[in-house]
């Protein structure tokens, strides 16, 4: 069994002194971090509490962290927001939300005791920075039958009633999410299973496959728009007669799969779907996504960046997990859901990269036509002698767009995941628009990797062993129109401290 002792005072020293540490995506100062939880936007500052292990960079006894920041890009720590306690959440404080009860912050969560988790609730201050959780679960026992799991939680008001969702799965049968109904938050009436879907054979491996549980479930309207911009979105409200959107992480018997968005009808008491997307091609790396709608009205999408190394290297290192960065969703008017990140990232670019690119914090756009039988490679942290590189290929085949990335080589460590990530990118909505150049964006912090193209994500995790590895190129027989990158500048906060 590893061994996971390790001083308060050493573990951050060793997080924060780590190279491959992120330099702009979120971390907690040290120890594991996972899902995001409760984020919000609150008289103009931005909260994101997230799924947190103080004493260690492994997933045990999860509190909730706590970060503000103005812009989205510059956070500030906060004092944990919740802790184990002794009843429900003794082993843990899992996945939840932030709702504002009538002018109260109130948290919904799951507790963790032994196997079980419940729903519970803490009522915060105004500052959201003291929490007080109800002595026993506003939920007392899960829906009768064999469930594969039952956590995580969507809370919304709808007319006069708050609704609440529970991710779950029914064994034998598929992923599900069960529909609940409230006047006051604390007492709780079973409607049944808002949605489902069949999990069929058991497909780990494929991105599609929904799973045999669902994680992490994410309900609102998503109406169709131009760009992020002209997109509408709201809270659920069976009444409008609105398109809908659920976001769920397929799970299987303790495996963190995929994030997926069903898209359909939310009617009376079900959500009829019509169609399922990847919401990521990158797989486990862009999991446990949680949104909400800002005061500008655009719908703004978290996901936690999972580790690819192991253990070992994690307790090592004195961290793990980051999140990716925060990014708009919208929904086009072909049907496909799209996403980018938030434009006040490009505050961090600090200056355009002349002749030879070269660094590990990289914020590089090339757009390119890329006919049948073409392709475009973006080469990434590439030794000069190509003994490590991460290869970002964009490639045209019988009519399909595929993006994909080689990490065979992203490293020399072969214990660290190096599998290939890939997925087809959905073509514009009209013929003009596919006659236009595509837009690949490909980000770089030091041990990620986050691609764009066109509104497709595409996230990874890559752990280079030399520190030469910094070289960047654009090569391939498709015609690009245009190719900059830039250096990006760091935005974690000083002298950090490890809270507990």
Do not use: K
């Amino acid at each position: 069994m590893t061994d996971t002792t390790v001083r308060a005072d050493e573990q951050l020293v060793r997080a924060q002194s780590d190279r491959l540490r992120p330099a702009f995506h979120f971390t907690s100062p040290a120890g594991w971090l996972n899902d995001p939880n409760g984020v919000a936007q609150v008289d103009g500052l931005h909260h994101l509490f997230y799924q947190h292990n103080p004493e260690a960079p492994v997933h045990h006894r999860i509190h909730w962290g706590h970060a503000v920041s103005d812009d989205l890009v510059h956070w500030r720590d906060r004092p944990i927001a919740l802790r184990p306690g002794e009843g429900a959440d003794g082993d843990g404080c899992w996945s939840g939300v932030l709702v504002d009860d009538a002018g109260t912050p109130t948290l919904v969560y799951s507790g963790r005791q032994g196997l079980r988790e419940l729903p519970c609730l803490a009522v915060g201050s105004a500052d959201l920075e003291e929490w007080s959780p109800l002595p026993e679960p506003i939920i007392s026992t899960p829906p009768e039958g064999d469930l594969t799991a039952y956590r995580d939680h969507c809370v919304w008001r709808e007319g006069d009633v708050w609704r609440q969702l529970i991710g779950s799965g029914v064994r034998g049968d598929g992923g599900c999410a069960f529909l609940y109904e409230s006047t006051d938050l604390r007492e709780w009436r079973l409607i049944g299973p808002l949605a489902s879907l069949p999990a069929g054979q058991i497909a780990i491996d494929d991105p599609d496959w929904t799973g045999t549980m669902w994680e992490c479930v994410d309900f609102f309207r998503l109406l169709p728009g131009d760009s992020a911009g002209t997109a509408a979105t709201a809270p659920p409200d069976a009444a409008s007669g609105d398109p809908h959107a659920l976001i769920f992480s397929a799970w299987h018997e303790g495996a963190t799969l995929h994030p997926l968005i069903a898209l359909g009808r939310y009617r009376d008491d079900g959500f009829q779907i019509d169609r399922v997307q990847r919401l990521d091609l990158g797989r486990r790396h862009a999991y446990a996504p949680q949104t909400y709608r800002d005061e500008t009205g655009r719908r703004i999408l978290w996901s936690w960046m999972q580790e690819g190394r192991t253990d070992e290297a994690m307790i090592a290192a004195g961290w793990s997990g980051a999140m990716a960065l925060p990014r708009t969703l919208w929904l086009d008017r072909a049907g496909v859901v799209r996403q980018e990140p938030v434009p006040e990232f490009a505050a961090l670019r600090t200056h355009e990269l002349a002749g030879d690119w070269s660094g590990d914090t990289l914020d590089i756009e090339v757009d390119a036509l890329v006919g049948d039988g073409q392709r475009l490679a973006v080469t990434v942290l590439a030794t000069p002698d190509g003994e490590e590189a991460c290869v970002i290929e964009l490639a045209r085949r019988d009519g399909a767009l595929h993006l994909s990335l080689d990490r065979s080589r992203s490293s020399a460590d072969t214990t660290a995941d190096r599998s290939r990530l890939a997925g087809t990118v959905p073509e514009p909505g009209t013929a003009d628009d596919r006659e236009r150049p595509s837009r690949l964006r490909v980000v770089v912090d030091r041990s990620s990797i986050e691609v764009f193209c066109d509104g497709i994500a595409l996230t990874a995790r890559v752990y280079p062993t030399r520190t030469d590895a910094l070289g960047a190129r654009v090569e391939g027989d498709a015609a690009v129109t245009r190719a900059i990158a830039w250096h990006m500048a760091g935005a974690e906060e000083h002298n950090r401290i490890q809270l507990r």
